[in-house]
């Protein structure tokens, strides 16, 4: 069982935060509970030694794409450092302030930015692509070439994206002196090893 009090009151306020933007919502690959996807990341981010500010990032590395929850919001609620990383992980054109981007803009965009991002933001990227790939992998191996029909943009793109930033990531990474960012680089890029069968 959790001791709750060990855990500090960012982060819980941040669970709660992050359960109530993405109450009504449900992951694609697998229709769970959306938050079970932020809860998960969080932990990842943990594992790998991120700290607090991280982890709440990681919590919140959602909200600003898929709720009307905006950044000055997160700012507000939670401060500038967790904000520049919830910054960093929102893809560019999805903070509700015009038109979205194509999607496959929006990716390009992403792999682009991941040579820029601070070694916070990297570690909740890492950590969110690799709760993805994970949740694919095992519902592959439940639903074969089945899975892809629930994305638009189907296999090919999502293999795409996916292991171009693994990569791209493992490459940032070897930059940091960080070694728990490395590893989480080398875990992501194996997992979508598999995908790629």
Known sequence: ??????????????????????????????????????????????????DEFAQVG?????????????????????????????????????EGTGPKPSWETRKQASIDAIGHKSYRALLVTAADKLHNVMGLVAQYEVQGEALWDKFSRGKEKQLWVYGTLARKIQAVSRKHTNPGLTKLA???????AKLEG
């Not at 819980?12 to 690959?29: G, L, M």
């Not at 600003?64 to 992980?89: H, M, N, S, Y």
């Not at 080398?186 to 979508?192: P, T």
């Open 1 to 50: 069982m959790i001791n709750l009090r060990t855990v500090p009151l960012m982060i819980i306020t941040a669970i709660e935060y992050a359960t109530r933007a993405h109450r009504d919502q449900v992951r694609k690959s697998d229709n769970l509970p959306y938050i079970a996807h932020p809860v998960a990341v969080q932990a990842i981010v943990a594992a790998f030694g991120g």
């Open 58 to 94: 990681a919590l919140l590395h959602d909200v600003v794409e898929d709720t009307p929850v905006t950044l000055k919001e997160i700012q507000r609620d939670f401060g500038i450092l967790v904000a520049k990383v919830v910054r960093e992980v929102t893809e560019q054109g999805t």
């Open 186 to 192: 080398d875990r992501l890029v194996a997992e979508v």
